[in-house]
């Protein structure tokens, strides 16, 4: 829909102005934009066991919460 037929004015305020609210609420699984997807093997984990969910790992950065007794999910 062009814009100059739109009533903007009364849509001030309005998170999605007119455009549908998918994938702009936290629970949608679109959830907001774009995070971090891949888990790499950089870094320290803390010495208690975790719970790691993201869509990629890497070879060392399983290893390593594996080690420390974690486990990785992944998300599709």
Do not use: D, W
């Amino acid at each position: 829909m062009p814009s100059r037929l739109r009533k903007t004015r009364k849509l001030r305020g309005h998170v999605s102005h007119g455009h549908g609210r998918i994938g702009k609420h936290r629970k949608h699984p679109g959830g907001r934009g774009n995070g971090y997807y891949k888990v790499l093997g950089k870094g320290k984990l803390p010495k208690q066991p975790v719970i790691v969910k993201a869509k990629f790992f890497s070879r060392r950065a399983e290893e390593k919460i594996k080690e420390v007794g974690g486990a990785c999910v992944l998300v599709a």
